[in-house]
Structures are given as C-alpha cells and as structure tokens.
C-alpha cells in the first residue's frame, strides 16, 4: 500500500461507510413516504411505480458510462461530488411542482446512488485487495443498517411533511461532504501523482469494458448477481402481497416481516469476518443459499404471520452476505480493473432487481401466490449449485 494510502485508509473508509450510512438513510424512505407524494400530485397506484423504472433507468445508464472510464477518475472525489448532487437532487423535491419533475429527480438519484455504490466498492476493492470479500459486506451491512433506520428518520424529525424530511436529509449530507472534502480529497491529492502513473500502465493492460464477460468465471459471477439481487428485490417487493393474500395479515404485519428481513441482512454481513474464520467463501455460499432456500420454502408453504417473521430474519441472516461476497470474488479476479468488474457487477444487481421481480409477479398472477413466490427460492438454490461450480473452475484449495 503506497505511503499516501497507509495515512489515509482507515480515515478515508472510516468516512466512506458513514457516507454509506447517510446516503442508505436517505435512499430508503421514498416507499414510507409514497402515500404522502400520491397525494401531494394526485397520482395512481401505477404511475408511483414509474419512480422505481426511472430510477433503475438511471442507474444502469450510470453504469453503462462509469465502467467506460471508472478507473481514469478519482473515485474519492466521485464519491463527494456524488454526494453532494445527492443532496441538491433531495432539496429539489420541494420546490417540484409537478410529477415529471419528481420522475427526473428521482432518475437522477438512480444515477447518484450507482456512482456512489460503484465508487465506494472500487475504493475499498483497491484500498484492501487481501480482504475485499470482508470489508465489502461491512459496507453493505452499513448500508442495510442505514436502511433498517431510515425509514423512522420523518417520525424522528418530528412527523415532518416529505419534502421537508429530504430537506433535513439534504443539509445533513452537505455538511457531511464538506467534512469528506477536509479529511480525504488532500489526502489523494498528495497521492495524485503516482496514481496517473499506475492508471497509465493499467490503462496499458486493461481489456474493453465489457470483454471482461468472455472470462466464464466473470460471467457466471454476473448471472449469480443477477439472480441473488433479484431475489432480494423480489422478497421485498412480493412478500408483502403474499402475506396479505395468503394469510390475510394487515400491511403492518406484512411491513413488519421485511423490516426483520432487512435487519437479518445487515446482520449478515457485519458477522461475515466471524463466519470467514471458520468457513471459507464455497462453503458460507452453499450452506446460506442452500438453508435460506430451504427456510423460505417452509415458511411460505404452511408457517402463519409469525412463522413468515421467523423465516424473514432467517433468510436474511442466511443469504444477506452473498452478494457482497460475489462482487468481491469479481474483484479478486480483475485485481487490474477493480472499477470495471464492480460496474458490471452492479449492472448485473439492477437488472436482476427488474427481471426476477417481473417474473416472480408474473407467476403469482398466473399461478397463485404459493407457486409463484417459489421463483424466490429457486434462485437461491441456482446460487448454491453454480457457486460450487465457479469455486472449483476456479481450482481453489479448500482452505482458501
């Protein structure tokens, strides 16, 4: 690690995981406060869904252009300037005065939140190359805590109208970037030189973007993103409506069953390093896609309200670290174009967040809900089996 990182590091991923906190926070709420804004722009039920279109719009158009050029920018300062459009884009909601505008606004925020994910996971893959798979679950654990509390931040600001809680959110992440730009931007600049050096002869290595994917290890991690993202998305979006139609519990019950599930992934992954101690990576991929599969199954075919709470924090706490898990492999594997492999990667999480979801829903109309919702489960046992088969194409020791 060159002298400038051994300064800076703990300093600079202290503040990334409080940036990644704040940011989950704010991320997080526009589904509490969804009622609120159909009233405020007299909207239906379908077209408050067009905000998750355009938001996954823009965060895959982020993608598609950062994986182009990530590794020539300076992703602390990507990082801050993202920030700190963030919050101007949350201030902007008071002043929309109509719901085009909000769509804009909010695709807009689809592009910040991928800039920042990428940004983040890049720097802490380059910054800890010998631990990428454990501090990455810490982030992401981070960022499922940010998004447990969240959704209490209106009542917490004393029951405030929407916009007036982005706006309170907005002002807490300007003087968050303000303090980032103080401690970490001098510090890479004092690093800038021999960045451009390494970044020239990276550039010199480095294959196109998307020719990464002709590695089969690299595209077998891009399915298994798709699918773990997917299913994640997927529990989050239809479990709810499944709890209501199969065993006629109120929203508050059903809301209760995904807050718990949340938790349960945060869990997962802030305990990683524990379970790394003893298991490595194959063996905590199969037992917690396997055992989360087998729980859901259990919990959605005969378990009441209170058995679904039960399998809720289960699964969480089984698969929750899986997806961090896989973006570091990918990392691992293009240690020379760690801001090239995260970007697919998180390409790979948006567009299964579209497609399991769409097919999940599809079958539950078609099929009822019991059947339908067995989609979820199914993608966690593909997880389990193709894993082993990345793992061992992969030719690693057991020990590794």
Same mark, same amino acid.
């Given at each position: 690690?060159?002298?400038?990182? %051994? ?9 990334? +995981? ?36 355009? %938001? ?44 085009? !505008? ?7 925020? =689809? ?18 190359? *010998? ?13 499922? #805590? ?16 929407? +916009?007036? &809680? ?14 980032? #730009? ?5 510090? +890479?600049?004092?690093? @800038?030189?021999? %960045? ?8 010199? @290595? @480095? ?24 299913? %994640? ?85 089984? !698969?929750?670290?899986?997806?961090? !898990? ?12 760690? =801001?090239?492999? &995260? ?51 992969? @030719? *690693?020791? *057991?020990?590794?």
């Amino acid at each position: 690690m060159r002298s400038y990182e %051994q300064k800076g590091a703990i300093k600079q991923m202290a503040l990334v +995981y409080v940036a990644v906190f704040f940011f989950s926070a704010a991320y997080s709420i526009y589904g509490l406060i969804m009622p609120q804004m159909k009233e405020a722009f007299g909207i239906t039920v379908s077209q408050s869904g067009w905000i998750g279109q355009f %938001q996954y719009i823009g965060e895959l158009t982020a993608l598609l252009v950062a994986g182009l050029c990530i590794s020539r920018i300076n992703r602390g300062a990507l990082l801050n300037v993202c920030l700190v459009v963030f919050s101007f884009l949350l201030l902007g909601f008071g002043a929309a005065g109509h719901f085009a !505008t909000v769509l804009v606004l909010f695709a807009l925020m =689809g592009v910040c939140s991928s800039l920042i994910n990428l940004s983040a996971s890049s720097m802490i893959a380059d910054n800890y190359p *010998e631990g990428r798979g454990k501090y990455l679950n810490l982030m992401h654990g981070i960022f499922g #805590a940010g998004s447990v509390i969240g959704p209490f931040l209106p009542s917490l600001f004393g029951g405030l109208e929407w +916009y007036a &809680t982005y706006r309170m959110l907005a002002l807490l992440l300007l003087l968050f970037a303000v303090v980032y #730009a103080l401690v970490i931007l001098p510090v +890479y600049n004092r690093g @800038k030189d021999g %960045q451009d050096r390494e970044r020239g002869k990276k550039r010199e @290595k @480095k294959a196109a973007y998307f020719m990464l994917l002709r590695d089969r290890r690299i595209l077998l991690l891009f399915f298994l993103l798709v699918l773990c993202n997917g299913q %994640q998305c997927g529990y989050t979006m239809w479990i709810p409506t499944f709890m209501q139609e199969s065993t006629e519990s109120a929203s508050l019950a059903a809301g209760s069953v995904i807050a718990v599930y949340n938790v349960g992934n945060a869990a997962s992954r802030l305990c990683y390093p524990l379970a790394r101690r003893r298991w490595n990576e194959r063996r905590l991929l199969f037992v917690g896609a396997a055992a989360g599969a087998a729980l859901f199954v259990m919990g959605t075919m005969g378990a009441g309200r209170n058995g679904l709470l039960i399998t809720g924090i289960g699964c969480g706490l089984l !698969t929750g670290m899986i997806m961090p !898990t896989l973006l570091g492999r990918a990392c691992d594997l293009c240690p020379e174009q760690s =801001g090239e492999a &995260t970007a697919l990667m998180c390409m790979a999480c948006s567009l299964g967040a579209v497609v399991i979801p769409w097919i999940c829903g599809r079958l539950m109309e078609t099929a009822g809900g019991k059947i339908g919702i067995q989609t979820l489960p199914v993608c966690l046992l593909l997880i389990a089996a193709l894993s082993q088969r990345h793992w061992m194409s992969g @030719k *690693e020791e *057991e020990g590794s």
